[in-house]
């Protein structure tokens, strides 16, 4: 695994760098490989010890991965706080009392400051710990391009606009993908990874008990599934209870997520208008996901890493935060 590793890594770039001149404005999976060759381990063993306390947490912190690369590019802007130049994205209206998992980052990042100090970027701390989330859960493996540098500013407006939420159709959310360069087969694999992890009942409610002002229940949601969430998640009350996003395999990285569209049993609109808007080009791609696994995994893979390669910083522009909560001489 190590060997095949550092082979591969090592032959890509030099291959590369025989054929044309590299600028450094490109991501390597061995960016790290001698300024901090144990980078993975070190960041898989900080996870490892958080999933003992908080099995969700490996959801939590991929989905940080997707909203810092949504706003400004995969830059760390979304793990900045509060400070006299930075209104932080913490606030945003996707991510007010929803995102979490900043403490683990903060236990990642000082864990590699120990071993290689000032060396790996927030951002890419991000990338990492999306793929060991994915592949500790079940899913793929992947070799993550690295190398971005970490931005110095946080845009709290784009935030709000740029990051789709629960309540968006499916013309809006591909909107939003398209902006930062994603398509449809991404907007579908990428959604697959509701496959772990869950939302709050405040998220849902308009579901479950008034969608769209009609008064009534999502006609869309299987009726089975829509008496558990009901239960759940009463129609009064602060809507902070949690349900799970795969409600048949909760913490496991697999396809399930695309049966339960067939099944009418998405928990998030967005998630079941993949499969219920009539005519969608999505459905074919629900459809081949949940028959087929092994497809499902790759184009996952592709996806995240076409995510992850939204308009990063490299080279000498941003700089490698040593706290990734505020930016660095501030
Ligand atoms: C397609 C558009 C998407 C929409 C509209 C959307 C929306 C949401 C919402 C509303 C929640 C629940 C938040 C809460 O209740 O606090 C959520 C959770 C989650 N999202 Fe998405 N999401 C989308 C795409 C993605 C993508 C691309 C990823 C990652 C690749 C992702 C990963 C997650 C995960 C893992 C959770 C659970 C987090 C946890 O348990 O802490 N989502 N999403
Ligand atoms: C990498 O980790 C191994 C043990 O996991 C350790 O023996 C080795 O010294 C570490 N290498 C570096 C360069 O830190
Ligand atoms: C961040 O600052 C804004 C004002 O610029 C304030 O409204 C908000 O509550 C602050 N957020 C946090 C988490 O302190
Ligand atoms: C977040 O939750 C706190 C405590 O429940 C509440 O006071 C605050 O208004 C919430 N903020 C947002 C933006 O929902
Ligand atoms: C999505 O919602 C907008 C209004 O917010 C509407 O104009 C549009 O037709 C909707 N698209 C679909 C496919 O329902
Ligand atoms: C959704 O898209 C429609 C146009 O199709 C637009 O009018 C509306 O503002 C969008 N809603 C959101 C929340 O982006
Ligand atoms: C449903 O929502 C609509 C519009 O938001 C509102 O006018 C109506 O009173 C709600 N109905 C119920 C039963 O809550
Ligand atoms: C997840 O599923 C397992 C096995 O079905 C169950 O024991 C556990 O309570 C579930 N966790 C949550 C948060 O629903
Ligand atoms: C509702 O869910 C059950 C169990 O997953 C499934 O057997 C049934 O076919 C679903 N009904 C619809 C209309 O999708
Ligand atoms: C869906 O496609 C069918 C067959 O092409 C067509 O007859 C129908 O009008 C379409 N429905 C919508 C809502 O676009």
Not at 25 to 54: G, H, M, R, W
Not at 101 to 130: H, M, R, T, Y
Not at 159 to 187: E, H, M, Q, W, Y
Request: proline share 3%; aromatic share 8%; glycine share 6%.
């Amino acid at each position: 695994m190590f060997l095949h590793q550092y082979f591969s890594c090592f032959t890509i770039l030099t291959i590369l760098k025989a054929l044309v001149h590299v600028s450094d404005a490109q991501l390597s999976t061995c960016y790290y490989s001698t300024s901090c060759p144990n980078v993975s381990k070190i960041v898989s063993s900080v996870l490892e010890e958080a999933f003992q306390s908080d099995p969700r947490i490996g959801a939590s912190l991929i989905r940080l991965h997707f909203h810092d690369c949504f706003v400004n590019g995969c830059d760390g802007s979304l793990l900045l706080d509060n400070s006299s130049s930075i209104k932080t994205e913490k606030d945003s209206i996707s991510n007010a009392n929803s995102t979490r998992g900043f403490d683990v980052v903060d236990n990642i990042k000082a864990a590699l400051e120990n071993s290689c100090p000032g060396v790996v970027s927030c951002a890419d701390i991000l990338a990492i710990v999306s793929e060991a989330a994915v592949s500790m859960s079940g899913g793929p493996s992947w070799e993550v391009p690295l190398g971005r540098r970490d931005g110095r500013k946080a845009n709290r407006k784009k935030a709000d606009d740029c990051i789709p939420r629960g309540s968006d159709n499916l013309s809006n959310i591909t909107a939003k993908f398209s902006r930062v360069g994603l398509n449809l087969v991404d907007v579908v694999a990428l959604s697959g990874a509701h496959t772990f992890g869950s939302a709050q009942c405040r998220v849902i409610r308009g579901r479950l008990y008034n969608f769209s002002g009609t008064g009534q229940p999502d006609p869309t949601i299987n009726t089975s599934y829509l008496k558990t969430l009901q239960d759940k998640c009463p129609q009064t009350g602060n809507g902070l209870g949690l349900a799970n996003l795969d409600p048949v395999t909760n913490y496991t990285f697999d396809n399930q997520y695309f049966t339960n569209l067939q099944n009418h049993m998405g928990l998030l609109s967005s998630d079941q208008e993949l499969f219920s808007t009539t005519n969608a080009s999505s459905i074919d791609i629900v459809n081949t996901y949940s028959k087929d696994q092994a497809t499902f995994f790759e184009n996952f893979v592709k996806s995240m890493i076409k995510m992850g390669n939204i308009k990063p910083l490299t080279g000498k522009k941003g700089e490698v935060r040593l706290n990734c909560r505020k930016v660095n001489n501030k």
